[in-house]
Nanobody, 122 residues
Framework: QLQASGGGLVQAGDSLRLSCAAS????????MGWFRQAPGKEREFVAA????????YYSNSVKGRFTISRDNAWNTVYLQMNSLNADDTAVYYC?????????????????WGRGTLVTVSS
């Protein structure tokens, strides 16, 4: 089970940190990803972190602004979002995968949490 939190309403240029708490499976052997879905759009990949190497992956649209990290002691993955803009407005979902190299498409992930809404006002 995955539970995302930390969303809210912020202004352009602000920062926000999302958290996703995991339970029910070995978190240390689960690669984690963040996806987002804006109104009327497909769900898209944002960032991921490997359970095996700790390597991180980002979409081009967030690279340099967002940082994904994980704390295996707390079974939690984070998404630090800086320099937010209106295009970042979406429902953000965390997802888990048994793949050592996390994918960038939704079908690479077996476990999904409920989303948390991020709204960026310009």
């Amino acid at each position: 089970q995955l539970q995302a939190s930390g969303g809210g309403l912020v202004q352009a240029g602000d920062s926000l940190r999302l958290s996703c708490a995991a339970s029910g499976r070995p978190f240390s052997r689960t690669s984690m990803g963040w996806f987002r879905q804006a109104p009327g759009k497909e769900r898209e990949f944002v960032a991921a972190i490997s359970w095996s190497t700790g390597d991180t992956y980002y979409s081009n649209s967030v690279k340099g602004r967002f940082t994904i990290s994980r704390d295996n002691a707390w079974n939690t993955v984070y998404l630090q979002m800086n320099s937010l803009n209106a295009d970042d407005t979406a429902v953000y979902y965390c997802a888990g995968s048994s793949r050592a190299v996390p994918g960038v498409v939704t079908y690479h992930y077996n476990y999904w949490g409920r989303g948390t809404l991020v709204t960026v006002s310009s």
